[in-house]
């Protein structure tokens, strides 16, 4: 359920100048003290929204990492990826 | 007793305030708030409670209410960097705290916001509809964005549950609510399209709810607005339950005014109700 740290970390880089700055400046260093799977940190840094979405990420949130580019996410390269993601199954 | 003597359902999307501002009073954005304004103004209500799906701005995934009910004296926002000016609106503390006694006892688990700051889902209707922010709110927040999401039934009864508790608020008091949010919509989701953040996926289901809404078919509804069918008009599709809570005021009235943005999966509408 750690999928909650990349909700987080979403939430955080909008909120958050200087978290941001950093999530730009070294985002490998950035994310390292978060309480991140290593396929989620795998997925951050090479900007696998898709896989993110599957996992649970809330995409209004991922969709935050645009705004500033981060994970190198511009919003051609998010929206090619993320519409490869499978749809999470819907219950009534 | 309080009295209930209007209803309202708008958009709000976060980009409008800044729009607005760039095009001016005669844009089409800023038309259709003013007309809804002006039917709010001829209400003249004392108070308002606005329904409001927070996107994990006032909450977060930590600790999010699937209903809750904010008492508080005084209200600021937006808190989510929303391009738009910053406000301070009263919060109508007596009525949210006899709104959340009844809706308690007729069967609702509201839970209890008190230190508080409101997203754009609630700010930016208000920068249109009120932007003097004269007239205390009561928000009520349900949860439209993280599925689970409650039922449109369960929506619905929780907004007749508000309008009971309103009607016997002992206060001589001019009530009107406001839904909000949009119909079909998909943020940073599977179904967006090359190059865009954004995109309404499903615009036959916005316009059919718009028809459902103009003919007074609020049942129908109802029936058809299940988790699956919210869902894919978009993953916040589920704004609906905003509306589908206000729409408990109106019974299967009509609209006085209804002007659908298809192409925008959303809708303003307005009901007199006195």
């Given at each position: 359920m750690s999928i909650y740290a990349v909700n987080k970390l979403c939430r955080e880089a909008l909120r958050d100048a200087a978290f941001r700055a950093a999530l730009k400046r070294d985002p490998r260093a950035a994310i390292a003290?978060?309480?991140?799977t290593g396929e989620e940190r795998s997925a951050l840094l090479n900007g696998d929204v898709a896989w993110l979405y599957e996992q649970g990420a809330h995409p209004f949130l991922l969709a935050?990492?645009?705004?500033?580019?981060?994970?190198?996410?511009t919003v051609p390269l998010y929206s090619e990826r993320i519409r490869t993601a499978r749809e999470p199954g819907i219950t009534e | 007793m309080a009295e209930i003597v209007a209803a309202f359902g708008v958009p709000h999307t976060p980009n409008f305030p800044a729009l607005v501002a760039k095009?001016?009073?005669?844009?089409r954005t800023a038309q259709l708030y003013a007309q809804v304004a002006a039917l709010l103004h001829d209400a003249s209500p004392d108070v308002l409670v606005v329904y409001t799906d927070d996107?994990?701005?006032?909450?977060f995934l930590d600790n999010f209410p699937t209903f809750a009910v904010g008492i508080a004296d005084q209200i600021s926002g937006?808190?989510?960097?929303?391009?738009m000016p910053s406000y301070r609106v009263a919060g109508e503390a007596s009525l949210a705290s006899h709104v959340r006694a009844r809706v308690i006892a007729a069967g609702f688990d509201l839970s209890l916001v008190q230190d508080f700051d409101l997203d754009h889902s609630i700010m930016v209707p208000l920068h249109f509809l009120t932007p003097d922010m004269a007239i205390p709110i009561v928000p009520v927040f349900i949860n439209?964005?993280?599925?689970p999401l409650p039922s449109a039934q369960r929506c619905s009864a929780l907004g007749h549950a508000v309008k009971d508790a309103i009607e016997d608020w002992p206060a001589d008091k001019r009530v009107a609510v406001i839904g909000s949010g949009s119909f079909s919509l998909e943020i940073g989701?599977?179904?967006?399209?090359?190059?865009?953040?954004?995109?309404?996926?499903d615009p036959q289901w916005a316009k059919h709810v718009q028809d459902h809404l103009e003919h007074g078919r609020i049942a129908e509804l109802i029936e058809e607005a299940t988790a699956s069918r919210l869902a894919r008009a978009g993953?916040?599709?589920?704004?609906?339950l905003n509306w589908i809570a206000m729409l408990g005021v109106v019974g299967d009235r009509k609209p006085i005014f209804i002007a659908p943005e298809i192409e925008h999966g959303h809708a303003y509408a307005a009901w007199r109700l006195n």
């Open positions: 003290p978060l309480p991140l935050y990492l645009t705004r500033w580019e981060l994970f190198g996410l | 095009q001016g009073p005669d844009c996107h994990f701005n006032t909450f937006p808190n989510d960097q929303t391009a439209g964005l993280a599925p989701g599977p179904r967006i399209p090359l190059g865009e953040r954004a995109c309404t996926p993953n916040i599709g589920g704004e609906l």
